[in-house]
């Protein structure tokens, strides 16, 4: 195909990107390994594209499905369970549900090698995923278990019926001490495994209330209006005060030393919503992980 205008000056990486939707991790790869040509004749991935060259990719393969595999997964625990839901305490270092390039353990293998039975609605790799949480967050998650739940928690979560709380430990003190953060979010410009407060991102809401200050930090209360990935991470890293821990989002390295963390010290305390089939308001809670909870003492002693 012809390189278009619009792409005139732009970096080969960059114009592969743009043009098939790939990652420029991916893009950089296929020019890299000589499945990109311009005029014939493969190119530095740095090269700048003239619009109306002659373009030729070689297409990578599709990705081989995701398989569920049941797995025991240890922390992982049923916070409760019956015909319609189970509502577990995920541990870090666990995904919601196989997707590629990850091996590690999932909240739905974990689920299947406990002889819990979950929806079989959405991608299979997901089924009964109606939210998720990130692998290094900890806490309370709900997975549906049959179809009608699934149906009815995807609306509610979506129509923002479910009320989420999560606990925080960002540096710093914030001003005002309770607000609202209102920004957008999308994927990073320049790095595939971040996001950021970007104008061409979807709508974002964070509500937050802090709970206690502490000499270098704060813990507070998050109560999410809506569900983007990273979005506690992001919105506080854009206010300046980063979950400390969070060096992904620049987070003071030496704090999280101080404090023993490996990981943000992030946490989904709570979790309410309208029950699929009695109709009842039910609450779960999430008691603070160890490594979490040590963090806080050592605050709390140097406070």
Do not use: N
């Not at 922390?75 to 870090?92: C, E, F, H, N, R």
């Not at 998720?132 to 997975?143: A, N, S, Y």
């Not at 206690?212 to 506690?232: C, K, M, N, W, Y």
Request: glycine residues 8%; charged residues 20%.
């Amino acid at each position: 195909m012809p390189v278009p205008d619009g792409l005139d000056g732009m970096r080969l990486d960059q114009a592969v990107s743009r043009l098939f939707g790939f990652s420029r991790t991916l893009a950089a790869d296929l020019v890299e390994s000589g499945d990109v040509l311009i005029d014939g004749a493969a190119r530095a991935k740095s090269e700048k594209v003239s619009g109306g060259s002659w373009l030729e990719v070689t297409m990578p393969a599709p990705p081989a499905a995701v398989e569920v595999v049941a797995e025991p997964v240890d922390g992982l625990q049923i916070l409760y369970s019956d015909d319609d839901i189970a509502v577990v305490d995920k541990p870090v270092g666990v995904a919601a549900h196989p997707s590629p390039g990850w091996t590690g353990p999932t909240v739905i293998g974990g689920l299947a090698a406990m002889g819990q039975r979950v929806a079989t609605s959405g991608a299979a790799e997901r089924q009964g995923v109606v939210h998720r949480l990130d692998v290094g967050t900890t806490g309370v998650m709900v997975v549906a278990k049959s179809e009608h739940a699934y149906s009815f928690l995807k609306r509610a979560f979506k129509a923002r019926e479910v009320d989420k709380r999560y606990h925080a430990v960002v540096q710093g003190h914030l001003d005002p001490l309770r607000g609202t953060i209102d920004a957008p979010i999308d994927r990073h410009p320049h790095h595939d495994y971040r996001f950021a407060v970007m104008s061409s991102g979807k709508a974002s809401v964070t509500h937050y209330d802090t709970a206690e200050a502490f000499p270098a930090a704060s813990l507070v209360d998050v109560r999410l209006e809506t569900g983007r990935t990273h979005q506690i991470r992001v919105h506080f890293s854009a206010m300046r005060h980063p979950c400390v821990g969070d060096l992904t989002y620049g987070a003071d390295p030496t704090l999280a030393a101080r404090l023993g963390l490996t990981r943000q010290w992030l946490h989904a305390r709570e979790l309410s919503f309208e029950h699929p089939s009695t109709g009842e308001e039910v609450r779960f809670v999430s008691a603070y992980p160890a490594d979490l909870a040590h963090a806080l003492e050592v605050l709390r002693a140097a406070g």
